[in-house]
């Protein structure tokens, strides 16, 4: 990290430089087996199927949001002992996740009148049994964040993705189509509970006390509403194409919103990290700005270029990789991959709000945001899911500096520093598009880059473009990004002797 850290922040800089390269082991293992299993699966299902269970999955997953009322990150943030807590925290979780259930299960009707599948009634109860799954092993997920110990969490976070893909891909060679989604979602979260159940210290068993309650509520509250208001913030398109559009398109725009947005997820998994630690260094104003200006620095360096491949290589990729069913795709993906960096730099406000003691700032930003959104959302379908993907990178665009004010004069950190921490990350960005714009109005290139080999030498020539600039204006850069392999590798061994 850069300036002069104490020891307990050189410790910690070296437990989360090691925790995030398990977490992002964890996290390419899990993401490489489950995009290698949609995509198998995109060859044996219609993307009809897709969209039914992407339908199905938005109600879902804010339901599983907002079960946990905010007890993962209130175990984080409160450091308390967790045998004293874990049995408060469990059962919030689980009664939560069956009151959700059950209001799923009453709502099924009116929800599946959404789609004229027939089988949407029964997909949507199905799904439903998720979030108590889930919550059953909650407590001992955030308990491994909390201590940093992401080399066990390793095993919980990509195994099930194995299991789940092979149970996926077998039941739809057999034929059970949409249902093969379904199971395979259902495995994926039981296997993950069986195995936080083995693997952790701690196996709590159903208790309540009134004072651990409060004290996590308190806290857990603004988490709670963070998740869901955020979580139908960034659901609303699917909301108003499943609605408007139906599932077929739903289908298609979830298969491009997947692919476009594996940079910002990656990133995700390397920023659960960054929570944790920064709740340990909140009383260490020179180390958490250091951690913080750090965290912008890889980001950006990572995503951009990223974002551009995705952009360049968009065409080949579904022709070659997907299939001709999928081709109704590819503007969207264009259009949602170079928003993609975006969305992965904005993420760092979450843990750093969350650990100034700010959580409350989440869900009120993203519930303005959702205000805003909503009638453009809507407005922007008749165009499309093409008019859709325009209008989410637009919001995104006008956002993110909205939210980077916001966030940092909450945290006391100069929101102007961003500015020059940017600066020569946005300069290869610009760099690149000059190169990408150049070879798209050169007679006959456009169509060549378009092939997988051309597609592969742009996407080359322009990652080499923006290295050498991103180098010439930022030459520290390279010890940064190498750093944490240093941490992880002097602590290897300890960690495989413990």
Request: proline residues 5%; glycine residues 8%; charged residues 10%.
């Amino acid at each position: 990290m850069t300036g002069q850290l104490g020891a307990a922040a050189t410790g910690i800089a070296r437990r989360t430089a090691a925790g995030a390269i398990w977490a992002i082991l964890a996290f390419g293992a899990a993401r490489f087996l489950s995009f290698a299993t949609n995509l198998i699966l995109a060859r044996l299902l219609a993307p009809a199927d897709f969209g039914l269970v992407s339908f199905a999955l938005i109600f879902i997953t804010a339901a599983t949001l907002l079960q946990d009322l905010g007890m993962s990150s209130a175990i984080i943030y409160g450091g308390r002992d967790a045998r004293t807590i874990a049995g408060t925290a469990l059962t919030i979780n689980v009664v939560a996740a069956i009151g959700l259930f059950a209001l799923i299960v009453l709502a099924t009707p009116f929800l599946a009148g959404y789609q004229p599948d027939p089988a949407a009634a029964s997909v949507l109860v199905a799904l439903a049994a998720g979030p108590i799954i889930t919550a059953i092993g909650a407590v001992q997920n955030a308990l491994l964040m909390r201590d940093l110990d992401f080399r066990r969490k390793l095993v919980p976070d990509s195994v099930p993705y194995a299991v789940s893909g092979f149970v996926s891909i077998g039941l739809a060679l057999a034929g059970f189509g949409v249902w093969s989604l379904v199971i395979g979602y259902l495995v994926k979260t039981s296997a993950s509970t069986v195995l936080l159940w083995l693997l952790g210290d701690v196996r709590p068993v159903p208790a309540f006390r009134w004072t651990v309650a409060v004290d996590l509520l308190s806290y857990g509250k603004h988490i709670a509403y963070h998740s869901i208001v955020g979580f139908m913030s960034s659901n609303l398109d699917y909301l108003v194409i499943g609605y408007l559009l139906g599932a077929h398109a739903l289908g298609l725009y979830t298969m491009a919103f997947m692919v476009a947005h594996l940079v910002p997820t990656f990133s995700q998994v390397a920023i659960s990290v960054l929570f944790p630690a920064l709740t340990r260094l909140r009383d260490d104003r020179a180390a958490l700005d250091s951690m913080f200006t750090d965290a912008h620095r890889i980001l950006w360096a990572l995503t951009l270029p990223a974002a551009f491949l995705l952009f360049i290589g968009a065409p080949a990729f579904v022709h070659v990789v997907l299939g001709e069913r999928w081709a109704e795709s590819i503007l969207t993906l264009r259009i949602l991959a170079p928003i993609a960096c975006l969305n992965a730099v904005v993420q760092v406000y979450g843990p750093a709000s969350k650990a100034g003691g700010r959580p409350d700032l989440l869900w009120k930003f993203f519930l303005v945001r959702c205000i805003v959104s909503a009638p453009l959302l809507f407005l922007s379908a008749r165009f499309g899911i093409e008019g859709v993907a325009a209008c989410v990178s637009l919001i995104v665009l006008v956002a993110v500096p909205i939210a980077a004010i916001v966030f940092c004069r909450a945290i006391e950190y100069p929101a102007r520093r961003l500015l020059g921490v940017a600066a020569p990350y946005l300069a290869g960005a610009a760099a690149m598009c000059a190169l990408v714009v150049a070879a798209y109005v050169a007679p006959g290139w456009r169509a060549a880059s378009e092939s997988l080999p051309g597609a592969i030498l742009l996407g080359s020539a322009a990652v080499l473009l923006y290295a050498a600039l991103v180098y010439r204006l930022d030459p520290t850069l390279p010890r940064l990004m190498l750093k944490p392999l240093g941490y992880w590798f002097q602590k290897l061994p300890r960690d495989a002797v413990a």
